[in-house]
């Protein structure tokens, strides 16, 4: 005859009707109980910080006026505000190399591909937008400041 379980095994006591059984099995619950309260401790307290960090953040942003942007400020050296001028004076686009001989700089590699650096840094700054490759033009209406 087969035990009620469906088991092949006849030992009465790993029978969870058996007192041994029920202990077992209460050993084994209060073990998993055990380490889900531990698991519940920290996803408490993940959350607890989680809240905090909330609260910090929202009073951070709510300190910003979003709606005024800060002025982007113009890289620290003469040749960037030189650049811009020649910009706000010529109002078009223009080519690295152009943009030396109105900074009356020698049409050499070295000036030519010092200011497209220049160029690019401004485009990615804002203050400058690149055209068709190689013309750079003026950029938006932003109030410039010097920084």
Same mark, same amino acid.
């Given at each position: 005859?087969?035990?009620?379980?469906?088991?092949? /095994? =006849?030992?009465?006591r790993? /029978?969870?009707?058996?007192?041994? #059984?029920?202990?077992?099995?209460?050993?084994q619950?209060?073990?998993?109980?055990?380490?889900?309260?531990? *698991?519940?401790?920290? @996803?408490?307290?993940?959350? =607890?910080?989680?809240?905090?960090?909330?609260?910090?953040?929202?009073?951070?942003?709510a300190?910003?006026?979003?709606?005024?942007?800060? @002025?982007?400020?113009?890289?620290?050296?003469?040749?960037?505000?030189?650049?811009?001028?020649?910009?706000? /004076?010529?109002?078009?686009?223009? *080519?690295? *190399?152009?943009?030396?001989?109105?900074?009356?700089?020698?049409?050499?590699? !070295? /000036?030519?591909? #010092?200011?497209?650096?220049?160029? !690019?840094?401004?485009?990615?700054? #804002?203050?400058?937008?690149?055209?068709?490759?190689?013309?750079?033009?003026?950029?938006?209406?932003?109030?410039?400041?010097? #920084?």
């Amino acid at each position: 005859m087969r035990p009620p379980d469906g088991g092949t /095994h =006849n030992d009465p006591r790993r /029978h969870p009707a058996t007192p041994d #059984g029920i202990e077992q099995r209460e050993r084994q619950l209060d073990e998993q109980v055990g380490e889900l309260a531990a *698991r519940l401790r920290e @996803a408490q307290a993940e959350r =607890n910080a989680l809240a905090t960090t909330a609260r910090t953040v929202r009073a951070m942003v709510a300190d910003l006026d979003l709606a005024q942007l800060p @002025a982007p400020v113009l890289p620290d050296g003469v040749a960037y505000q030189q650049i811009m001028d020649v910009f706000e /004076h010529e109002r078009r686009p223009l *080519r690295a *190399r152009d943009l030396c001989l109105a900074l009356d700089l020698p049409v050499m590699p !070295k /000036h030519v591909e #010092g200011t497209r650096a220049r160029l !690019k840094r401004l485009v990615s700054l #804002g203050f400058l937008e690149e055209m068709s490759l190689p013309r750079w033009v003026g950029g938006t209406d932003q109030q410039v400041t010097m #920084g």
